[in-house]
């Protein structure tokens, strides 16, 4: 079973519009991520949860993105107004837990195309 | 934000044949991860190396953390088509923070 689940998988927006994106991990992972990969390179963080809190959005443009995992378990990410450079793929991760505590895995991403 | 240098960036292969990447960085990492993207999917973790000098094996393929803490190398022996794709590697540095470096990626064709 994938320990992370993503939806939607695609979207298509037209700018300025509001779009939302959804993790929805198996429980008991603390520490949730989501990052941002523009095609051709590698992950970027946005944010870092741990539980419910924030520890690390010193990358997320607040003034368009916001970001909550409000009971610790799933989270969304929204973006709004979207611009025309938002289009990539955002991905969500958690890290591992137990024997795989240093594991970090990722979900399927939503894959983001602002028109 | 910061990247690892990973290299080469790219590279055509026949079908068969060995395959070597590695990921520099100038600070030292607790952990190096390696992973493989196929087109529209998110990275699917491989292989986790938590000690410098640690070699370990999943299948094909054989990851070491570089004793200097600093590097690290994915082998893929005898390769098969559907290792195309993008390996991406990633450092956790000794923060305490669980803030994951990414490398830029190695693009891997194979040719049957």
């Known amino acids: 079973e994938a320990e992370v689940a993503q939806s939607p998988r695609y979207k298509i927006t037209e700018k300025s519009q509001a779009v939302a994106f959804w993790c929805d991990p198996i429980?008991?992972?603390?520490?949730l991520y989501w990052y941002r990969q523009i095609l051709g390179q590698g992950p970027e963080l946005l944010v870092q949860?741990?539980?419910?809190?924030?520890?690390?959005d010193s990358q997320l443009p607040k003034d368009r993105f916001s970001a909550e995992r409000l009971k610790g378990v799933d989270s969304t990410l929204k973006i709004q107004p979207a611009e025309l450079g938002d289009s990539a793929m955002y991905l969500c991760?958690?890290?591992?837990?137990?024997?795989?505590?240093?594991?970090?895995?990722f979900g399927p991403g939503t894959r983001l195309t602002v028109l | 934000g910061q990247q690892l240098n990973q290299s080469p960036q790219s590279m055509f292969i026949q079908e068969g044949e060995d395959v070597s990447m590695n990921c520099t960085s100038s600070?030292?990492?607790?952990?190096w991860l390696w992973y493989k993207q196929d087109p529209g999917e998110g990275p699917v973790l491989l292989i986790a190396l938590y000690k410098a000098g640690e070699l370990t094996s999943n299948g094909r393929l054989t990851a070491q953390f570089g004793i200097t803490r600093k590097d690290s190398f994915l082998n893929i022996s005898a390769s098969i088509p559907s290792d195309v794709g993008i390996y991406f590697c990633?450092?956790?540095?000794?923060?305490?923070?669980?803030?994951?470096?990414f490398g830029t990626g190695t693009r891997l064709k194979v040719l049957a």
């Open positions: 990633a450092g956790l540095p000794p923060s305490g923070t669980y803030k994951y470096i």
């Open positions: 991760a958690i890290l591992g837990r137990g024997g795989s505590y240093n594991e970090q895995f």
């Open positions: 429980s008991g992972h603390a520490t």
């Open positions: 949860f741990q539980d419910e809190s924030v520890v690390d």
């Open positions: 600070s030292i990492f607790n952990t």
